[in-house]
């Protein structure tokens, strides 16, 4: 069932288009802008009306969603329509930092605007389909409110709580995790056709491993929640021995290490600490010892 709510999308980027699209689709009235209106064209051919400014896009909207390159650029084109926003409702799905996300609710709630922070954690073919995943935090009623408008966007949604910085908080935690693995990945394809092996050779068994650090997460947490990292397979400190080899095979191949020196820096900090002989997963808890250790000196 669709719901016809005004909406307005600044930003029509990839994933603002896709955004913009999926409010469409759904029957909702939408209205367009982007600092560069041409990207707005098929959107304005698919039924949507484009404006001239944002003070403009704005004006009779119900739900203004943002998605822009960082908060800079959100700010840039939110704060001189300050009062063409008094009374509305903003959800920003533009991506970066908790902090960000605070202040830019700290400004909307200075000047009378409404204010949800979401971060989307799928790409853009997911937006309308079931496989979407996006994340919202501030007043729970506002989200409540906007909740089946935002259904447009499909798949799961989900509200995290009232701390604006909380949805950016979960992205950051999860784009580093990603993103940190991924580096894994692009290097490991490089060691290993440095060494002769085709990639299609590689692909099933680089599989099978991502399967067993899928299945390690859950257990990570309960390690890190119940302070227990007792080996029962293998030690930090074999681990450890394990990534030095990855590094001396890398260097005799000619191949940048900086990423996996990384990774054994903070192993062999743990260790040094007195935790070789403990799971892997005491790395978390040492970098947060770490962290406490500094803020108090
Ligand atoms: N793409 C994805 O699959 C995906 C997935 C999850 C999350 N996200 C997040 O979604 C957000 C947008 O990503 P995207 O892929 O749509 O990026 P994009 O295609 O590079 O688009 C960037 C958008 O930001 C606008 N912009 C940049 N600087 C601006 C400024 N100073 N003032 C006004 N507008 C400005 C651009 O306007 P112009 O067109 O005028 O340059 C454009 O609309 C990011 O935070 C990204 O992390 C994207």
Redesign the pocket.
Known sequence: MTTSTQVTAL???????ALARAFLAHGHPTTVW???PA?GDALVAAGARRAGSVADAVAGADLVVV????Y??AR??LEPAAAALHGRTVVN????TPDAARDLAAWAADHGVDYLDG??????ITIDTPDAVLIYSGPDDLYRRHAPTLAALGGTQRHLGADPGRAAAFDVALLDFFWTAAAGMTHAFALAKAEGIDDAELVPLAEDLAGLLQASIAEHGERLDGDRYHADVATLATIAAGLDHVVAASERRGLDTSVQLAALAQMRRAIDAGHGGDDHSVLSAVLLAEREAVSTA
């Open positions: 930003g029509l980027g990839n994933m603002g288009q982007n600092r560069s990207k998605c822009v390159v960082d800079a650029a840039q084109l799905l533009t991506a970066d971060s989307i954690m799928t790409p853009t």
